[in-house]
């Protein structure tokens, strides 16, 4: 059985910085095309925020967290990090790990982590 296991959500004051990670299981994670994030906030839709491929050399970012989230992930651990630095209430949401066996789509979500930031 696939699992994604988001983790290192909290409330922070804006300008701070949070490092989730999403820690995998069932399957071989080096074998996932690619890992991601995804957030989805109070009454809004869920949003993509960024993906990274397999081998951790080509990633790609929501504009609204481009130059302040960076996505990596460690395939010797089978986890996927997200570095959340600059906060801002408006990243204020439950956040979501996906993977996908091939870049067609997104096959594995996890049941995500709350990030909460403060004014």
């Known amino acids: 059985q696939v699992r994604l296991i988001e983790s290192g959500g909290g409330l922070v004051q804006a300008g701070g910085s949070l490092r989730l990670s999403c820690a995998a299981s069932?399957?071989?994670?080096?074998?996932?095309?690619?890992v991601g994030w995804f957030r989805q906030a109070p009454g809004k839709e869920r949003e993509f925020v960024a993906r990274?491929?397999?081998?951790?050399?080509?990633?790609y970012y929501a504009d609204s967290v481009k130059g302040r989230f960076t996505i990596s992930r460690d395939n010797a651990k089978n986890t996927a990090y997200l570095q959340m630095n600059s906060l801002k209430p408006e990243d204020t949401a439950v956040y979501y790990c996906?993977?996908?066996?091939?870049?067609?789509?997104?096959?594995?979500w996890g049941q995500g982590t709350q990030v909460t930031v403060s004014s």
């Open positions: 990274i491929k397999q081998s951790g050399s080509i990633t």
């Open positions: 069932g399957r071989t994670f080096s074998s996932y095309a690619m």
């Open positions: 996906v993977a996908a066996i091939a870049t067609t789509s997104w096959d594995y």
